[in-house]
Each structure stands twice: as structure tokens, then as C-alpha cells.
């Protein structure tokens, strides 16, 4: 693996080439062309980008020349200085040097920018007269100019979809192949097929691998904006960043950007106080946010916290009852992860004034869907006084999903590793009836169990699960998580760990709630894959 | 209505047959356009679909698409004509604009060509029936055979199937 100073490097230098044969391009257009307003703006924001990019990765000395000429094009623009025979010259000279200097930043020797270059430059943009006698030549580092292409290429995102999903398809035959020749018991088949398997795998982490960009190139963006919320919110704020160079599928950086821009502007409009309050609570005058990123396996986990004033757990309850969500007396009984949980419902929001940059009604059940349509998760911590902290995790890669593999009468299902919390087989006797739902206490936590088979087999008014409904000693559970809320699945079998590739399903049957898509198993069997976010709303309306 | 449209002016002026994919449900016959039919395959393993109205038989795998099978006799509540499971059915996976969709016949569909001036437009009492939403594009006749011409487009396309919420 290449470090990361070297992948940045790299695309410095492939960006710096692309800016540099535009420029050449543009300056020999502009010499037929001098009244061109177009050419004469575009090569200004060529030279301004080049000058910005390399001021930010160190390269002093080309920003340095960039700037020089970004001047002279810019006294061009305004008609303070020529285009004239003498001018045009420097400025093919200094475009040149550029491209020296940015082709010399992987070579043995850094270029220097020549100081003959230097001066003439200085020399038209501070002289007015056509004072072109103190011009001197340039001596030309280079003897023959050598054509390069780049080592890098932009690709259409699109493209790298396109990739993915035949590799999709790919490893669902791959599978079935493997199995097939288990079946068959062939050996010469066994040997291909295993290192089909291998060849297979390696090109799916490869483009998978190639789909990762940095969360820095998301994080970046949030100093400028978080200023300006401040400014409209008359706040001060401190932002933290930390875990820029974690790598993240692009598109699920895509999908989430939305989301955190959310969050980002409702920490600093409804989380931190304003700083005379702060000051009374004893804390900093400023307010601290801080983004972060991690890795954990095949998850990101992306945390944004603030030291704001919290969020009130009284008030969520008097909301949820408000609301029309629970009865007061249902209200009592949540726990704390519960009430906080209700924050992402739609219609649920605690904003009283609607600001400039927040509360217009687009609530956190925007960011929640936004982050189950990837299969990711989030939760959020808050105490009184002390801060909020959402944290989000998020897969790495779409493609591929960790998924459990169960059986429900002859159909196998699929629940994705993202939302299952733990297995337990659980003595039938030990669990308890509770209206028309089971509830078992399983490490000390009540949670509802669910019979999948009757879900599936009742319409969800009807559903009504006793203890003499089941059959064995023992039941097979399956525990989910979402949004907070803990949910044991009753199956007839557990199956197997296994990855998956989730297919979207086609309509007219892609409406179904309870679906999350489907997938193909090595055996050629279809399998649904299960929508735990659809499953555990549909009991907590119940409760 | 466009398309109807479209398709009426292109065969007036070829003048002409209409070629047809026929098929048995309950005692009669049926049969839709063939150019409506993207195959027709031994209905393949189907895996059920909970929370689906029962014409919705599940998914199944053709060809690497997964496709949701329907049986018409169900959709149209025709009485199947025998009780016994046959051996296999066959699947007309059929295409819509943005979808594609298998339909379940039990006898081998046969290919079968009529001349346009065959196919009656459907009287109108018979769209009363439980093929409703004029799905039934007229009724073809060959020798002492009655067709009933479906336009399996409108059945693919209503709302029925649509919203298949449950």
C-alpha cells in the first residue's frame, strides 16, 4: 500500500499535468484570439486552482510561479497590460516552467523556477510602458519536449457502478459453480472452481477498492460551512476534525452527505448555546463540535458530537405523548436509548422557532432513511446539559453485505449483520405473554419476540402469538437492533453466516415493506433478504 | 391510449395477421401478442413471497433476473379446469415498459396465427366481468376456436398490481 502522502502527491501531480496542457492549449488559442474574454477567464482559473492546490500540498515554489502569472493574466483581463508580442513570450516561458517544475516534483532534482523567469515576470507586471528592452532571454531548461501521458484517469462514477454490478452477478455464478462442484466431486473441477473463487474475490475487493475515496473529502468541506452557520447563528464554534484519510465508498459518502450537512447545522443552531449562557453553565464561551472518523471491520463509524445543552429527555417524552405516539403511562416505562430513539420518527421534532439554516421541517427521519436505503445505522447519545453525540455506521462498500441466513417453513431468508445483535436458543417456558406479543428477558433486557412464521402468515392487525402457538422447548431467536430498539425474530432454523449480494426487487413486488431485496444463493435459491427497519416499526406502533 | 394508437395505424397499413402466444386458462383459451412475450420457460423453483395476495405466487430465478410470478387463473378467478398438480407448468415472462413479470400457464402456450380481421373488439358487457379494466382486447376466432385476446400491457400496468401493498 502506497501512503497516503504519495496518493495525495500523485493526484496533485496528475491534476497540476491536466491544468498545465490546458493551459498550453488555451494560451495558443488566445494568441490568434487575444480579445477572447472566455479563454482569458479560464486560463485565470487554471493558474488561481494550480496556485490554490499547490500552496495546499507545499509546493511553495509552483504556487509561487502560478501566482505571478495568474497576476499578469489578470492585469490582461483588465486591459493594463498588452498582449503583446514581447508579454506573450514570458508567458509561454513561465506556462513552461510550470510544466517543468510540476514534471520535476517525482524526479531525482526539484526544478527551480529560473530566476531570469522570475524577473521578467516582475518586469511586466509592474512596468506599464512597453519597456521591453529589459526582457532578458530565458534560458530553456529543457532540449526536446517530451510528451506524457498521465498516470491517472478520471472515471465516471456510473462506469465503476456498472463494474460493480457484473462483478455482483459474477460471484452469484461463482457460487453456484462452487457448489455444483462439491456436488459433482470432480477434482480438476474443484481446482478451477476454487481458483475461480479466488480470482473472483480479488477482483471484487479491487474494485470495490477503487469505488473508496477518503472521508476527508467530505469533512474538508465542513470548516467553511460550520463558519458560516456560526455566522448566521451569532455562535462562536471550535470544530474538531479527526479520521480524514478513512476510506468509504464513494457513493454512501454521496448518499450521507445530506444527512450530516443536517446534523452539522442542527448541533450548532439547536445544540450549542449561545455563549452567554454557556458562560453561566461554565463552559467555554465557544462551542465545541467535533467529527470523526473510524474504522471498525467492514464499518465506518462517522461520530459527530457536540458540548451543546442536550437534549431534553422530559421533553422528548411530553412529545411523544403530544404527538400522539404513546399514552403518558407508556412514556414512563421507556428507557432512556428509547425515548431518544423516538427523535427519528418522521414527524418528530422538538425545534419551536424556525431559523435561517435549520428547523423547516425537514426532521431526522430524513437522515434515518437516508442511512437504512445503505443498510447502515445510527444512534444517538445525549445528556442534559453535556452534549449530543449521532453516530453513524455505515458500510464500507455496497456491494457486499455480512449477512445471517435463516430459515422460515421451506423459504430461506437473509438479515444483514448491520442489524443483528445476537443469537439465543430460549426455553419456550421462560417467555411470557404480554397481550398478543411474547416478551423475553434476555440479559436483563425485556424484548419483544416476534414469531416470524405468523408474521408472514397473518395480516400484521391480527397477529397474535401465544406460548402454546410454538412448537419445542426451545426457540431459536434472532436478535435485531434498529434505531435503538431491541426485537428478538423467532426462526425455524439458523443457517449460516454468509456474504451476500443484495439485489434490489423489481416491481411490482418491490413495494413490499418487509423486503429489503433479495439475493441468490450458491445453490440457485432465491432468498429474501429481510428490511429489520420495516419489521421493528411495524411493533413499536404496536406498543 | 397512445400506444394503442400507434399499434392500430402500423397494422392497417401492413393489413394482416397478428401473430399470437395461446394459452389455457380454466377451459378456455387464451392469447396475448407475441410481441409482449419475452419467453416462455418451464416455470422455474419459485420461493414464496409473504405478505403478497395469493395470485402473486413469489420470485424466481430466470436467467439470473429475479421476477415475480403471478397466476392468472387466481388474478382472474378462473376455476382451473383440472384439480390434479400437473407434472410442470410453463412461465410467459412477459415485458412492460420498466419491468418484467412471468405469468403461469399450465399447457405448452402455442404460437398461433390470426388475421386482424378475425379478432372482434370486445363487446362491451364482457368487460363487466371479473377480467375487468379492459384487459381484454378482443376476442379471436379460428375455425370453431374462441380467443380471448388479453393486452397483457394493461395487465401489467394496473393499478392492482401496482400497489401491491399489503
Do not use: W
Amino acid at each position: 500500500m502506497k501512503s497516503r502522502d504519495q496518493e495525495y502527491k500523485e493526484i496533485f501531480i496528475a491534476e497540476a499535468l491536466e491544468y498545465y496542457d490546458a493551459l498550453n492549449r488555451h494560451i495558443s488559442d488566445l494568441e490568434k484570439n487575444p480579445e477572447d474574454e472566455q479563454l482569458l477567464a479560464e486560463i485565470f482559473r487554471l493558474l488561481h486552482n494550480l496556485k490554490a492546490n499547490a500552496k495546499a500540498i507545499g509546493y511553495t515554489s509552483i504556487a509561487d510561479v502560478s501566482h505571478k502569472l495568474e497576476t499578469a493574466f489578470g492585469m490582461i483581463r483588465s486591459r493594463e497590460l498588452s498582449f503583446s508580442d514581447e508579454v506573450v513570450t514570458v508567458l509561454f516561458d513561465g506556462i513552461d516552467m510550470l510544466g517543468e517544475m510540476i514534471t520535476g516534483i517525482d524526479g531525482p532534482n526539484e526544478v527551480e523556477p529560473s530566476p531570469a523567469l522570475l524577473r521578467n515576470l516582475d518586469i511586466i507586471v509592474n512596468s506599464l510602458t512597453d519597456n521591453s528592452s529589459d526582457l532578458s532571454k530565458v534560458q530553456k531548461y529543457y532540449t526536446s519536449k517530451n510528451l506524457s501521458l498521465s498516470d491517472l484517469i478520471y472515471i465516471q462514477i456510473k462506469k465503476l457502478d456498472h463494474l460493480l454490478n457484473l462483478v455482483g452477478e459474477l460471484i452469484i455464478d461463482r457460487d453456484r459453480i462452487v457448489s455444483i462442484s462439491k456436488e459433482l466431486d470432480h477434482d480438476d473441477l474443484k481446482n478451477v472452481s476454487a481458483h475461480l473463487y479466488r480470482i473472483t474475490e480479488e477482483l471484487q475487493y479491487s474494485v470495490m477498492d477503487a469505488r473508496l475515496v477518503n472521508v476527508g473529502s467530505l469533512f474538508n468541506k465542513f470548516p467553511r460551512i460550520v463558519r458560516d452557520i456560526a455566522v448566521a447563528e451569532k455562535k462562536e464554534i471550535n470544530l474538531d476534525i479527526s479520521g480524514q484519510d478513512i476510506q468509504i465508498d464513494r457513493n454512501i459518502l454521496q448518499i450521507i452527505t445530506d444527512s450530516l450537512l443536517h446534523l452539522m447545522r442542527n448541533a450548532i443552531s439547536h445544540g450549542i448555546e449561545k455563549a452567554e449562557i454557556r458562560k453561566k453553565a461554565k463552559k467555554t464561551p465557544q462551542g465545541n463540535i467535533s467529527l470523526s472518523a473510524q474504522n471498525d471491520r467492514d464499518t465506518v463509524i462517522l461520530r459527530l458530537s457536540d458540548d451543546g445543552k442536550g437534549i431534553d429527555q422530559e421533553e422528548v417524552r411530553r412529545a411523544i405523548v403530544q404527538r400522539g405516539f404513546l399514552t403518558a403511562d407508556a412514556t414512563k416505562d421507556l428507557r432512556e436509548t428509547e425515548v431518544l430513539s423516538y427523535l427519528f420518527e418522521p414527524g418528530f421534532s422538538l425545534a419551536k422557532e424556525v431559523t435561517e439554516v435549520s428547523g423547516r421541517g425537514v426532521g431526522l427521519d430524513v437522515v434515518k432513511n437516508a442511512i437504512d436505503s445503505i443498510g447502515g445505522r445510527i444512534k444517538v447519545d445525549s445528556k442534559k446539559g453535556v452534549g449530543t453525540t449521532f453516530t453513524l455506521f455505515l458500510p464500507t462498500s455496497i456491494a457486499v453485505k455480512g449477512a445471517l441466513l435463516c430459515q422460515v417453513e421451506e423459504n430461506f431468508y437473509a438479515i444483514p449483520l448491520m442489524h443483528t445483535d445476537s443469537v439465543v436458543a430460549f426455553p419456550t417456558r421462560d417467555l411470557h405473554e404480554v397481550g398478543e406479543l411474547l416478551v423475553a428477558d434476555i440479559n436483563g433486557e425485556t424484548i419483544t419476540i416476534v414469531s416470524l412464521r405468523e408474521l408472514f402468515n397473518t395480516d400484521i392487525r391480527e397477529y397474535s402469538v401465544k406460548k402454546k402457538d410454538l412448537t419445542g422447548d426451545a426457540q431459536n431467536i434472532i436478535i435485531v437492533t434498529y434505531n435503538n430498539r431491541k426485537l428478538g425474530l423467532i426462526v425455524d432454523k439458523l443457517l449460516r453466516q454468509q456474504d451476500i449480494v443484495i439485489k434490489a426487487l423489481s416491481k411490482p413486488v418491490n413495494t413490499i415493506e418487509i423486503y429489503a431485496g433479495v439475493t441468490l444463493l450458491g445453490s440457485g435459491k432465491v432468498c429474501l433478504v429481510l428490511d429489520v427497519a420495516a419489521i421493528t416499526r411495524y411493533f413499536i406502533t404496536r406498543r | 391510449m397512445e400506444t394503442q394508437n400507434a399499434r392500430d395505424k402500423k397494422e392497417a397499413a401492413v393489413e394482416e395477421r397478428v401473430h399470437l402466444i395461446v394459452f389455457k386458462l380454466g377451459t378456455e383459451e387464451y392469447g396475448v401478442r407475441i410481441d409482449q412475450v419475452k419467453e416462455v420457460t418451464i416455470t422455474p423453483e419459485i420461493t414464496r413471497m409473504p405478505k403478497t395476495p395469493s395470485f402473486i405466487k413469489g420470485v424466481a430465478n430466470i436467467r439470473g433476473d429475479i421476477i415475480a410470478i403471478m397466476d392468472l387463473e387466481e388474478r382472474f378467478r378462473i376455476e382451473r379446469a383440472f384439480k390434479e398438480p400437473e407434472r410442470h407448468t410453463y412461465t410467459l415472462v412477459m415485458e412492460a415498459k420498466d419491468y418484467t413479470m412471468g405469468f403461469i400457464v399450465r399447457e405448452v402456450p402455442q404460437s398461433l396465427t390470426l388475421p386482424v380481421s378475425s379478432i372482434d373488439k370486445t363487446p362491451s358487457f364482457i368487460q363487466d366481468i371479473n377480467i375487468n379494466e379492459n384487459f381484454i382486447e378482443g376476442i379471436g376466432k379460428l375455425d370453431d376456436r374462441l380467443i380471448i385476446v388479453l393486452d397483457m400491457y394493461k395487465i401489467l400496468t394496473s393499478d392492482e398490481v401496482l400497489q401491491l401493498k399489503s
